[in-house]
């Protein structure tokens, strides 16, 4: 019963670390985009701000 436990435990360990990367992905990805668009001079430096304020909140801890 112990090991099932243990296992169950390393399962939910793994996926919440998975969802965690992939939210960091999509977030470096936004960015990267943001910037992008800002060297272009389709996105105004206070957009971009505004962009990289709303994406780092995101994910902060409580």
């Known amino acids: 019963m112990e090991d099932q436990n243990i296992k169950t ?3 939910s360990y793994l996926h ?3 969802l965690v ?3 960091i992905k ?6 990267s985009k943001g910037r992008k668009l800002l060297i272009a001079g389709i996105l ?3 957009d971009y701000n505004a962009l990289k304020k709303r994406e780092s909140s995101q994910y902060k801890k409580p």
Do not use: A, S, V
């Open 26 to 31: 999509e977030e470096n990805l936004t960015l």
């Open 44 to 46: 105004k430096i206070d």
């Open 21 to 23: 990367e992939r939210k």
């Open 9 to 11: 435990q390393k399962t």
């Open 16 to 18: 919440t670390q998975y």
